[in-house]
Protein backbone atom coordinates (compact mmCIF):
# COMPACT_ATOMS: atom_id res chain seq x y z
CA UNK A 1 0.00 0.00 0.00
CA UNK A 2 1.40 3.25 -1.03
CA UNK A 3 0.78 6.32 1.86
CA UNK A 4 0.41 9.51 -0.06
CA UNK A 5 0.39 13.06 1.28
CA UNK A 6 -3.16 14.71 2.97
CA UNK A 7 -3.19 17.96 3.27
CA UNK A 8 -3.61 19.49 7.56
CA UNK A 9 -6.96 20.99 7.01
CA UNK A 10 -8.55 17.71 5.18
CA UNK A 11 -6.39 15.52 7.93
CA UNK A 12 -8.40 18.01 10.87
CA UNK A 13 -11.47 17.22 8.70
CA UNK A 14 -10.95 13.54 8.64
CA UNK A 15 -10.37 12.04 12.65
CA UNK A 16 -12.91 15.35 13.72
CA UNK A 17 -15.59 13.18 11.49
CA UNK A 18 -14.59 10.22 12.69
CA UNK A 19 -14.11 10.78 16.90
CA UNK A 20 -17.55 12.78 16.31
CA UNK A 21 -19.48 9.53 15.12
CA UNK A 22 -17.65 7.23 16.75
CA UNK A 23 -18.69 9.44 20.21
CA UNK A 24 -22.45 8.77 18.88
CA UNK A 25 -21.75 5.51 18.52
CA UNK A 26 -20.41 4.81 21.92
CA UNK A 27 -23.09 6.92 23.37
CA UNK A 28 -25.69 4.49 22.34
CA UNK A 29 -24.07 1.08 21.77
CA UNK A 30 -20.73 1.70 24.45
CA UNK A 31 -21.56 3.98 27.03
CA UNK A 32 -19.12 2.63 29.20
CA UNK A 33 -16.42 3.82 26.31
CA UNK A 34 -18.09 7.35 26.29
CA UNK A 35 -15.70 8.91 28.78
CA UNK A 36 -12.62 7.82 27.20
CA UNK A 37 -13.87 8.96 23.64
CA UNK A 38 -15.16 12.64 25.51
CA UNK A 39 -11.60 12.69 26.92
CA UNK A 40 -10.05 11.78 23.56
CA UNK A 41 -12.54 14.58 21.95
CA UNK A 42 -10.78 17.20 25.01
CA UNK A 43 -7.45 16.04 23.62
CA UNK A 44 -8.06 16.96 20.14
CA UNK A 45 -9.65 20.04 20.85
CA UNK A 46 -6.50 21.03 22.38
CA UNK A 47 -4.19 19.82 20.08
CA UNK A 48 -5.56 21.77 17.47
CA UNK A 49 -5.88 24.74 19.32
CA UNK A 50 -2.39 24.96 19.78
CA UNK A 51 -1.94 24.55 15.91
CA UNK A 52 -4.52 27.21 15.52
CA UNK A 53 -7.55 25.46 14.57
CA UNK A 54 -10.83 26.11 16.59
CA UNK A 55 -13.72 23.33 16.41
CA UNK A 56 -16.88 24.74 16.86
CA UNK A 57 -19.75 22.46 18.80
CA UNK A 58 -20.19 20.16 15.60
CA UNK A 59 -16.41 19.73 15.12
CA UNK A 60 -16.57 22.11 12.15
CA UNK A 61 -13.03 23.22 11.54
CA UNK A 62 -12.05 27.19 12.03
CA UNK A 63 -8.78 28.34 11.30
CA UNK A 64 -8.11 31.65 13.47
Do not use: F
Amino acid sequence: MELGRIDRARLIDEVTIQLYCRIGLSKKHHPDDLPDYLQAWEYWKGLCGKRGVELDAHGLEHVR
